[in-house]
């Protein structure tokens, strides 16, 4: 079993910056692709970017030049630097990962977080 763990969230200022960090933990034998989606009250879950373990990004145009997805493989650890942060950035963010399990079990699997709330407010 792998566990993905959200932490970095909180309350900030419109224009203020938050840095969410995501520590994939278990039985892992790699990870692939990871990555940040988000969900605001009475919203759908929605993507926010991705990176793969190469460190290739995709970012939703709605946060791109403000936000950062990066990660350290040897850390299982994926981050995602928010700047500028406006009202409507205000959700649950939640991290995924595609994790190939150790052997013998060697599959490829989807994990979520639980989910950390970034609130954008005055």
């Known amino acids: 079993q792998v566990q993905l763990l959200e932490s970095g969230g909180g309350l900030v200022q419109?224009?203020?910056?938050?840095?969410?960090?995501c520590a994939a933990s278990g039985s892992i034998f790699s990870i692939s692709d990871m990555g940040w989606y988000r969900q605001a009250p009475g919203q759908q879950r929605e993507l926010v970017a991705t990176i793969t373990r190469g460190g290739i990004t995709n970012y939703a145009d709605y946060v791109k030049d403000r936000?950062?997805?990066?990660?350290?493989?040897?850390?299982?650890?994926?981050?995602?630097?928010?700047?500028?942060?406006?009202?409507?950035?205000?959700?649950?963010?939640?991290?995924?990962?595609?994790?190939?399990?150790?052997?013998p079990n060697?599959?490829?699997m989807e994990y979520w977080g639980k989910g950390t709330l970034v609130t954008v407010s005055e």
């Open 106 to 108: 060697y599959s490829l």
């Open 14 to 21: 419109p224009g203020g910056s938050l840095r969410l960090s």
């Open 67 to 103: 936000f950062t997805v990066s990660r350290d493989n040897a850390k299982n650890t994926a981050y995602l630097q928010m700047n500028s942060l406006k009202p409507e950035d205000t959700a649950v963010y939640y991290c995924n990962a595609h994790v190939w399990s150790a052997p």
